[in-house]
């Protein structure tokens, strides 16, 4: 498997041992791994910490994301993906879209490139956090 | 002049005063003001906390966002329009869109009204900004 995927699977993983929402986010420039995040809500009580932001957050300030490709076990959401959009990232990857379609649309709408590796390992680890936790997992889609 | 407006313009140039991005940011929930904000791209080194992002953060876990109006200084990027979107946060009540005329048709496009009060206090604060500090808001909205 994209050795980048599974950087973000690895820390999905990591945010579900903390009892948080499995959802890891990778971001890389110019072929190198330059940031790594997973969804923090829980851990921060933070509902702007999904994956890729919080991936974007450790980055810092890195000037142009023209030669960048952001990983994200998940689909993004419009907050994730509105995100991708204005920061001009030009390449998304994740690992499925079957648990959550997201903003798929919007994104190639505005030129994105969106790459869904349609990974059994990541549906199972979302089907099963949503077996689990279903009442964290619509909060933080917003499905209230 | 609204009242919670004042207390963004009132965030915004506290982040002025910090050295940072003069955008504000409250949150207002059944007509109560539950959390307030200014970017801190620079105070923080974080590119992910525009103004809005920031009184999201700073309101925490609140649950459904149903009966709540966030305002901004200025026309939300779409980074925050996602997040708005994302949230189903109804109502986006604006100081201004003239120097940045953001996400606004793709928040409308998604049901959220957006009041633009195209305050001239806004309109100033930020020309001032942009004039002295232009690559910074280059980076803020990513035309590098």
Redesign the interface.
Known sequence: MDEFMQVAIAEAQKGLCEGGIPIGSVLVKNGQLIAQGHNK?VQE????LHGE?DC??N????????DTVIYSTLMP???????I????IPKVIVGESQTFSG?RE?MEA?GVEVIDLNLAECITMMQDFIREKPQLWH?D??E?
Chains 1, 2 share one sequence.
């Open positions: 809500r009580n933070n509902p702007i932001m974007l957050y980055a810092g300030r890195i000037g142009s994301y023209r959401c419009y907050m994730c993906a509105g995100t959009v204005q920061f001009k903003a919007f505005h909060e889609i917003m209230l």
